[in-house]
Nanobody, 115 residues
Framework: QVQLVESGGGLVQAGGSLRLSCAAS????????MAWYRQAPGKQRELVAR???????NYADSVKGRFTISRGSAKSVAYLQMNSLKPEDTAVYYC?????????WGQGTQVTVSS
């Protein structure tokens, strides 16, 4: 089992920045990838960014060049640095981990970008 706890959400003006953190605990030794998803009201949950155990990353087109995903040196924490935020980035952001083909989810953190 893997437990994930997100933090760092909040209210920010358009053009501002936020940094989300996701702390993983439990059986983290074989996590293959960690990712951030988001879900806006009335919309489907979508992948924002993902980082694999080898350090490779991928991003949604809508956030490329603005968001950066990274992991801490202990590999048990994942970060999402969000710059140049737009109102359309407003959503609940969820951390996810892929371990042995099974997905684990955090409880989500609200990000609200005001215009």
């Amino acid at each position: 089992q893997v437990q994930l706890v997100e933090s760092g959400g909040g209210l920010v003006q358009a053009g501002g920045s936020l940094r989300l953190s996701c702390a993983a605990s439990g059986s983290i030794f074989s996590i293959r990838a960690m990712a951030w998803y988001r879900q806006a009201p009335g919309k489907q949950r979508e992948l924002v960014a993902r980082i694999f155990s080898d350090g490779s990353t991928n991003y949604a087109d809508s956030v490329k060049g603005r968001f950066t995903i990274s992991r801490g040196s202990a590999k048990s924490v994942a970060y999402l640095q969000m710059n140049s935020l737009k109102p359309e980035d407003t959503a609940v952001y969820y951390c996810a981990a892929d371990r042995a083909g099974q997905a684990y989810w955090g409880q989500g953190t609200q990000v609200t970008v005001s215009s």
